[in-house]
Nanobody, 127 residues
């Protein structure tokens, strides 16, 4: 049984930085692509970023490109999302997810491709 758990959320001011952590337990996850998604107030779940199993390649939503950075440490079964210059529109619940079937060097933004999800962590950015 694979479990994902997010941490690092909280209340921050506009312009601040924050780092989210996703810890994976249950099985080695070194070869599976992973991603971050976000659900803001009253909006649908949206793709934020994804990273390949080796960490060699990443992709980002246009709304966060240049401000957010995804990374992973396979030796620690952990993935990170470094968020810089946060804006009020970045407010939402952030979920990490594992694209179990994706062993390759590409990432996928579609939520339906992700098989395992964490419970989410709330990020609130005040103006």
């Amino acid at each position: 049984q694979i479990q994902l758990k997010e941490s690092g959320g909280g209340l921050v001011q506009s312009g601040a930085s924050q780092t989210l952590t996703c810890s994976v337990s249950g099985r080695t996850y070194g070869n599976h692509a992973m991603g971050w998604f976000r659900q803001g107030p009253g909006v649908a779940l949206e793709f934020i970023a994804a990273i390949t199993g080796t960490g060699s390649s990443a992709s980002y939503a246009g709304s966060v490109r240049g401000r957010f950075s995804i990374s992973r440490d396979n030796s620690k079964n952990t993935m990170y999302l470094k968020m810089n210059n946060l804006k009020p529109e970045d407010t939402g619940v952030y979920y990490c997810a594992m694209d179990w079937g994706n062993y390759g060097e590409t990432t996928r933004p579609q939520r339906a491709e992700y098989d395992y999800w964490g419970q989410g962590t709330q990020v609130t950015v005040s103006s």
